[in-house]
């Protein structure tokens, strides 16, 4: 799900801690998410989207209540997705009834400090930068970035460069971080993301 540079990391010991430090968590996760296996299906894929569309409301509300200078600092409020998974499932089938309805998670993990939201914004942002690979799969479905699969398109043409961006705010920030608490943050981040899609009702 996610994609790292070995120069970006060179460059930012704090990218590099995370790396290291959540590497078979971020191994673990890829075994529960449908969209890498050969056999996916358009409802697999559906109902995949629904199942994450429980888990990011709640983890961006936590985030966007840390300070505002916080906030800013990573750009938080431009990194939100709930609404693209809003517009897929819309897209794939699903009416707002139906969208209402979907369980929301309440099994986050520990955003209690800016710290480990730092942690929650590594896994959820390197998500993002995965998932521009997951696309070309999706595509083999019949949908593309205007027919369901919008989160996976991520930020589109700006997907790299917010990705950078967020590795120079995790560099100038890391002077006054915490590092086992931001590597804390993206463990309960990995560990409750997966715990969520693998209990999915079948």
Not at 83 to 92: E, T, V
């Amino acid at each position: 799900m996610q994609e790292h540079t070995s120069e970006a990391a060179r460059k930012n010991p704090l990218l590099e801690r995370l790396r290291s430090g959540t590497r078979e968590l971020h191994d673990r996760i890829e075994g529960v998410v449908p969209l890498l296996r050969p056999d996916l299906t358009l409802t697999a894929y559906t109902a995949y989207l629904a199942r994450i569309a429980g888990y990011y409301p709640p983890i961006e509300a936590a985030l966007a209540s840390a300070p505002p200078s916080f906030v800013e600092h990573f750009g938080i409020d431009e990194r939100k997705k709930s609404h693209l998974l809003h517009r897929d499932l819309l897209a794939l089938g699903l009416d707002e009834a139906r969208l209402a309805a979907l369980p929301v998670c309440s099994d986050l993990p520990d955003l209690s400090s800016p710290d480990r939201m730092i942690g929650c914004l590594y896994v959820l942002e390197g998500s993002t930068l995965g998932s521009r690979v997951l696309l070309r799969t999706v595509k083999n479905l019949g949908v593309d970035e205007g027919s369901g699969a919008a989160f996976l398109a991520g930020y589109g043409a700006d997907t790299g460069p917010m990705w950078v961006r967020y590795g120079e705010a995790l560099a100038a920030y890391a002077s006054r971080a915490d590092a086992a608490l931001v590597v804390r943050g993206a463990e309960d981040t990995f560990t409750t993301l997966e715990r969520w899609i693998a209990t999915a009702e079948a």
